[in-house]
């Protein structure tokens, strides 16, 4: 049995003077919660919290020493003075722990807020044991890149999961972050007084990106705060403390989007055995492997909803391995972030060098990509570049998208300056390269009249086909094609006369003149 979260955490989420500890140690685990009514007959409260309900003071006496004989690690009662006192003294004698409760809580309310923190420990158990962690660290790292501030990850009973790390923060923490690193939580005078300013509800109740001013006074910097949510559970927080620099603009979408990827994985690694991992899911559906049915069951997502993919490539490979396996996973992180800051239900995975993101038609993907690559290069160094497929009628054809997103990178990639392209934008370039592709592949449809320019350009050092080429491209404006290689017209017009005599080209034939092109086009691509 795992340790579940202790009395110290519980009453640490509740809140004195609602709740507190009469007996036994702050540390004791407890591992779930039950209800005790005097009108029912006790059960087996292994290692639980029993909540009495239906006796106050002196008259739970009995149900205490009921409860703790069968099992309960603690007991929660309603009681005042002088009651408690014995509640006290027979909770010691029973070895179990005694949470007091003041006779105005709500047994409802007490018990469901709870249960939330007991099922959230449940799901996040093991995150600081496991190689898991990782993921939730370089999260933090990710945010801390894009909203230039100091992240901590937190689960539902303020215990610590992750947070970032940098040479330059020792001048820049402020005490509640150090205490809160120092003990793996949140101090608990500082809990207390988040309580009070009602921070911890507006983070259980909703998406909303809190904004906590700067308190000099209880050494306390400007923060940014999420909740971490799985629908209706609160699966914990994310905090970005101000540094010496502000907060960027997109930070509090950033947080945003954060949240949601921790929640996923926090909720991965809760998994049930033999379930597929999402990684798994998204790649499968990108590459045709796992049907668009079976990822949308598992990820809860609508089969014929309309997608579109869009494809992200770091311009300069690093020769280095490990290096460019880091960028790589940087890339993923921070177009998950945005992503799904910006849609719920966006899906991001990883296939050989590329990171993918499938997301809903409805969304403006142009300009997503184009904050996705500025912010790349402005927060992370990383020149990257993207390509958008078409709109996808379901999930079931976002295979097309992909591999027209694919084309369309693969066209950007071959244009330094350009950073963003659709297939809308772009379908003439993809059009033109999977030509080209087609025929590099086939060589038996080689123009040997174009191979025959290339050999002799090899030999003698001329510039035949590049002359001729930029001749073609001008469509047989030999003053612009000129200008463009920057030699004299009469130039360009004795080398194209000299290619076309050397390679017999045919360049009145539109049949001939189109082959010739596309063949120079492609002995351009592969000199």
Do not use: C
């Amino acid at each position: 049995m795992t340790d579940g979260p202790s009395l110290r955490q519980l009453l640490a989420a509740i809140g004195e003077p609602l709740v507190q500890l009469g007996a036994g140690s702050a540390d004791l685990p407890v591992h779930g919660l039950a209800i005790l009514d005097p009108d029912d007959e006790p059960g087996a409260y292994r290692g639980e919290l029993v909540l009495i309900i239906g006796a106050r003071g002196r008259d739970a006496l009995r149900y205490l020493r009921a409860a703790a004989r069968r099992g309960a690690a603690a007991v929660a009662v309603k009681s005042e003075e002088p009651d408690t006192a014995q509640l006290e003294a027979a909770a010691g004698d029973a070895g179990i722990g005694l949470l007091v409760v003041q006779p105005r809580a709500r047994w409802d309310q007490l018990s469901a807020l709870i249960r939330e923190l007991l099922d959230s420990a449940a799901l996040t158990a093991g995150l600081r044991d496991d190689s898991s962690d990782r993921d939730l660290f370089s999260l933090a790292q990710t945010v801390a890149a894009l909203t230039g501030g100091i992240v901590s990850i937190e689960d539902a009973t303020y215990r610590l999961l992750a947070y970032s790390r940098s040479d330059s923060e020792v001048d820049e923490v402020d005490e509640l972050r150090r205490l809160t690193i120092l003990g793996w939580k949140g101090p608990e005078r500082y809990l207390e007084l988040l309580r009070e300013w009602g921070v911890y509800q507006r983070l259980r109740s909703g998406e909303e990106v809190v904004d906590l001013e700067e308190r000099p006074e209880l050494g306390i910097r400007r923060r940014l705060a999420v909740g971490i949510r799985a629908g209706s559970q609160h699966l914990g927080a994310i905090w970005v403390q101000q540094g010496s620099q502000p907060f960027t603009e997109q930070a509090g979408s950033a947080l945003l989007g954060a949240a949601r990827m921790a929640a996923l994985s926090m909720l991965t690694q809760r998994g049930l055995p033999g379930t597929r991992s999402r990684d798994e899911l998204v790649t499968g559906l990108l590459d045709g492997r796992v049907s668009a049915d079976l990822v949308a069951g598992q990820l809860g997502l609508d089969p014929a909803a309309p997608s579109v993919v869009l494809a992200f490539a770091a311009r300069t490979i690093e020769p280095d391995l490990p290096e460019h396996e880091l960028h790589l996973a940087e890339l993923a992180r921070v177009v998950s972030v945005h992503v799904t800051a910006h849609r719920r239900g966006a899906l991001v995975g990883t296939i050989g060098g590329r990171v993918y993101a499938v997301l809903p038609v409805t969304t403006a993907p142009v300009g997503l990509a184009e904050r996705i690559v500025d912010v790349l290069k402005r927060r992370t160094a990383l020149t990257v570049q993207a390509g958008i497929g078409g709109a996808a009628p379901s999930l079931r054809a976002v295979v097309t998208s992909r591999a027209e997103a694919d084309r369309v990178l693969d066209a950007v990639s071959r244009t330094p300056d350009r950073a963003v392209g659709s297939i809308g934008d772009l379908r003439a370039e993809v059009l033109l390269g999977e030509t080209l592709s087609l025929l590099e592949a086939n060589p038996e449809l080689h123009d040997p009249a174009v191979q025959s320019l290339v050999e002799h350009d090899a030999a003698h050092g001329t510039e035949l086909v590049v002359s001729l080429l930029a001749y073609l491209d001008a469509l047989g404006d030999v003053r612009a094609a000129a200008e463009k290689l920057h030699v004299h017209p009469n130039t360009l017009r004795h080398r194209v006369r000299r290619a076309r005599a050397l390679g017999g080209i045919d360049l009145d034939d539109p049949a001939h003149r189109v082959v010739s092109h596309l063949n120079l086009l492609l002995a351009r691509r592969n000199p």
